[in-house]
């Protein structure tokens, strides 16, 4: 009898480790074909059989598979261990610069590693590698950041879930290598030539539930669950048109600090010391900072309690295109209810 039990053990054992290296398994690399864009120029390499995602004039994306796109979107801590490529082109409104687009950051500051310098397409370039630890393994990313033209960023990143990064990295440096960086055409006089941008965000707010809150957000806007650090867990509402132009709501446990006003002050620092100004938020009672916390953006950051939990509500919009984003921002605010 024992010694079945033991080889039914060794043989369970076994399964898990086999289903554990298939969740794992990389994804397969075949033809090598490369993306031109018409409308800004650049170019990257591609494997042929990865979903692919084209959006001419602001950004490209590859997937191993197209199951893996939600778990980018959302960071579910158990899930397929696929990998993505992506290149972003961000158009600088002006006084804008490359430091403030490196400034804007998908998880939190500690995830990501010092700026080191390199080259992309014979010009400067900055890279940035960044990871967090989830139930089925590391996940790892790097980020370039390059301009060949001063109106344009090009931002170039490279992602892997399952600690599958370093069997990807080799194809990852091939990809990079290929890079062309974006730049503005210039357009003769006798030319047309239209560039579409992303679209704004809309004025129709549809609901979503998140945990112990529903709020409305636009309806051409992505819902993503970024990792931020001490959240239990975090939302992040984000349209296409602008990186800067996000409405996130971080939960946090507060069953051992319920003092509001305290939890306010021990956070004041963190947004350059702003007055905090009292507030209501989904009825019940808030606190939020306004301030700068880069060039050319604004934020305002609602803190509120509610059933031993902190909900910290963010908005974050482009000055120069604060009429397109504040009003529809402060209608999702509004919208915000507790559950």
């Known amino acids: 009898m024992k010694k079945n039990l033991t080889l039914y053990l060794a043989v369970v054992f076994i399964l898990l480790l086999f289903a554990c290296e298939e969740k794992k398994k990389i994804a397969e690399i075949k033809e090598i074909e490369t993306y031109s864009d018409p409308a800004m120029g650049f170019s990257i390499e591609y494997p042929s059989n990865w979903e692919i995602q084209k959006?001419?004039?602001?950004?490209?994306?590859?997937?191993?598979?197209?199951?893996?796109?939600?778990r980018f979107r959302t960071f579910d801590s158990d899930g397929e261990s696929g990998a993505k490529i992506e290149l972003l082109v961000i158009r600088l409104k002006e006084g804008q610069t490359l430091d403030s687009v490196m400034a804007i950051k998908q998880f939190t500051p500690d995830t990501y590693s010092p700026p080191t310098k390199l080259t992309i397409d014979g010009v400067e370039a900055f890279k940035q590698e960044y990871r967090f630890q989830l139930n089925d393994g590391e996940f790892q990313g790097e980020i370039y950041y390059a301009q060949k033209d001063p109106r344009v960023a090009t931002v170039i990143s490279f992602e892997a879930f399952g600690g599958t990064f370093g069997s990807y990295?080799?194809?990852?440096?091939?990809v990079l290598s290929s890079v062309k960086l974006a730049y503005q055409p210039e357009v003769a006089p006798d030319t047309v030539k239209k560039i579409v941008e992303a679209p704004p965000p809309s004025q129709n707010l549809i609901k979503y539930d998140g945990d112990g809150f529903s709020i409305k957000i636009p309806d051409n806007f992505d819902v993503r669950?970024?990792?931020?650090?001490?959240?239990?867990?975090?939302?992040?509402?984000?349209?296409?048109?602008?990186?800067?132009?996000?409405?996130?709501?971080?939960i946090f446990?507060?069953?051992?600090?319920?003092n509001l006003e305290k939890i306010v002050e021990d956070n004041k620092a963190k947004h350059k010391n702003a007055e905090p100004r009292p507030t209501t938020i989904g009825g019940a009672k808030a606190y939020y900072f306004e301030y700068s916390p880069i060039a050319n953006v604004k934020s305002r950051v609602y803190y509120a309690i509610h059933n031993n939990k902190l909900y910290r509500v963010t908005l974050n919009w482009f000055t120069g295109e604060e009429q397109l984003y504040k009003p529809v921002f402060e209608n999702s605010i509004s919208s915000f209810k507790f559950q």
């Not at 990295?169 to 091939?174: A, S």
């Not at 446990?253 to 319920?258: E, G, L, R």
């Open 225 to 250: 669950n970024p990792k931020v650090g001490g959240a239990l867990k975090s939302y992040q509402y984000i349209g296409e048109r602008r990186l800067d132009c996000d409405i996130r709501v971080d």
């Open 169 to 174: 990295k080799p194809f990852f440096e091939r």
């Open 253 to 258: 446990d507060a069953s051992k600090q319920q």
């Open 55 to 70: 959006y001419p004039g602001d950004r490209f994306l590859a997937f191993t598979t197209k199951t893996v796109i939600k």
